[in-house]
């Protein structure tokens, strides 16, 4: 049943409110997005490149299954309240790691499922945490570490413009147009359609906003004496896999080459050797010479999947190609 959520704020909570980008979020709201069998309109693709990968490595069957169900309770020791404005997964996951027992057990309890793996994380949740920090660490591998790039780039814009807005029309114009369930009146953040009630009373000062390209609709959690984490569906979202517009490339090709030019252009997704060896034309030996130069140049990164790896264009080539067009 849905129930409306109000969160009264005083200056106190205002001045505490800021932002966060959680690699964990992303995680958690990526997989049940993956697990839902859902056909996203806007991760299609992302969908159609991951979940092989994904089903390849038991992850459909394993802990994150059992403790991300398509549509139900996400279980909060998943995402640990992030100390900084941008946390890197392994402190996150050193965090979930470190998850006092009792909050796993209660965590556990809240999501109600008497599976084999539940129970065994009951029993014995620091090592239940342990395999489950390296299950997560394979799927971000896979998953999500060759496109960080870009869903890094959609989050900072979204930061940058949420701060230039309230700096331009306040805080009030910021959290009525986060989402069409969310409104601000009288001091009072409202939230429509939550599954579970959410007040100032229970939670503690202040509020995180994560922005998320994953999230479809509000998410809250709550551990007191921390503040309150709000995700929400940040803006841009819609281009993020769009392909984009080809470069100039003899500008580029003038300083890197014409091979290597090719190969980060190739890069628009996450590709191995054989593959970029089978679309360019260009010898496997030749491919694996160039992306070892553009990776020592921190143009292109490198991500295990299975037996293969996986080469993915970085931020610093995601500035150049766009700074060319």
Known sequence: MSVLSELAFSADDLALTRFAISPMWEVATSFRLLVSGVAHPVHRGWVEQVRPRVAAAGLDSGWLSELIPPDR????????????????????????????????????????????????????????????????????????????????????????????????????????????????????????????????????????????????????????????????????TGTLWERRPMPRAEAISAVLGRSRTRLLTELEAPASTTELAGRTGISAAGVSQHLAALRGAGMVSAHRAGRSVLYARTAVAETLLTASL
């Open 73 to 236: 309770y996400l279980c909060d020791f998943l995402t640990p309240f992030p100390s900084e404005p941008t946390p890197t997964l392994a402190a996150e996951l050193a965090a979930i790691r470190a998850t006092p027992a009792e909050r796993v057990r209660a965590d556990l309890d809240t999501l109600g499922r008497a599976t084999p793996p539940c129970a065994a994380l009951r029993s014995d949740p620091e090592a239940g945490l342990a395999r489950v920090a390296e299950e997560i660490e394979t799927y971000w591998e896979l998953a999500l570490a060759p496109y960080w790039a870009r869903i890094r780039a959609v989050l900072d814009a979204e930061v940058f413009h949420r701060a230039r807005q309230v700096a331009e029309q306040g805080a009030g114009q910021l959290f009525n147009d986060l989402h069409s369930t969310v409104s601000w009146d009288d001091n009072t953040l409202r939230m429509a359609r939550r599954h579970c009630g959410i007040s100032r009373e229970t939670v503690g000062s202040g509020l995180l906003l994560i922005p998320s390209v994953f999230v479809g609709r509000i998410l809250t959690w709550t551990s007191p004496p921390n503040p309150p984490q709000l995700a929400y569906p940040a803006r841009g």
